[in-house]
């Protein structure tokens, strides 16, 4: 099982808009509003067309525990996000899934997070031992779900910290895939407690087999 976490993190504030001011004489009310709408109609920000729902998004496939239905990520980035997690399961340390998306489409990101972490059925079922990092790209949203295993309150500040120190920083930067694949090492070392030196075996071999 998944449970809820506090309140997303987004790493960066919601694009800023200025006020519109108009000079001159006092237009008649049904012009100015015909205005008004033909100016939102132009530069309105139209919804995202990067938009899914849980559903939609794919599972990875065996040896695989990386998802990026946006083509964000480098293949070199989805190896070495693989190789992590892959260490991870092989350790017997848990299980982390990483999957970036365009947007929700309003759906809350942390009920989407978590739905997913659930439908996928990340982790042990004895252990509840999974963690799942969601990234919204057009949202500017990132979430960190974790299992009931891994949710002490010194891990749900770790989540946070992870988010805060090593994801949203590189956002900012413009470097989403780093953002990323910094918050995958940084979940396997301080939530999970791999030795990232240990690869995991090459090949498909114990990927993805609870998913």
Same mark, same amino acid.
């Given at each position: 099982m998944i449970i809820p976490q506090p309140p997303p993190l987004r790493?960066?504030?919601?694009?800023?808009?200025?006020?519109?001011r108009f000079r001159g004489r006092t237009w008649p009310a049904a012009l100015l509003a015909l205005l008004v709408l033909l100016l939102w109609s132009r530069f309105a920000e139209p919804a995202s067309p990067r938009t899914v729902t849980v559903e939609q998004i794919p599972k990875p496939p065996a040896g695989a525990?990386?998802?990026?239905?946006?083509?964000?990520? &480098? *293949?070199?980035?989805?190896?070495?996000?693989d190789r992590i997690a892959r260490a991870v399961r092989e350790q017997g340390r848990g299980e982390l899934a990483v999957v970036v998306i365009g947007s929700t489409g309003g759906t809350p990101?942390?009920?989407?997070?978590?739905?997913?972490?659930n439908v996928w059925g990340v982790g042990s079922a004895e252990r509840d031992d999974g963690v799942l990092i969601?990234?919204?790209?057009?949202?500017?949203?990132?979430?960190?779900?974790l299992g009931l295993g891994l949710d002490s309150p010194a891990e749900i500040q770790i989540s946070r910290e992870i988010v805060d120190r090593e994801m949203i920083p590189r956002f900012r930067a413009?470097? &989403? *895939?780093?953002?990323?694949?910094a918050g995958a090492e940084a979940?396997?070392?301080?939530?999970?407690?791999?030795?990232l030196r240990y690869g995991g075996s090459s090949g498909n071999a114990g990927g993805g087999g609870t998913w």
């Open positions: 790493p960066g504030p919601s694009w800023l808009r200025s006020p519109c525990w990386t998802v990026d239905v946006t083509g964000t990520l &480098p *293949a070199a980035v989805r190896a070495e996000i990101h942390r009920s989407f997070a978590t739905l997913l972490a969601l990234a919204a790209l057009d949202d500017r949203a990132i979430e960190i779900v413009g470097d &989403p *895939a780093g953002g990323i694949r979940v396997a070392r301080r939530l999970f407690k791999a030795d």
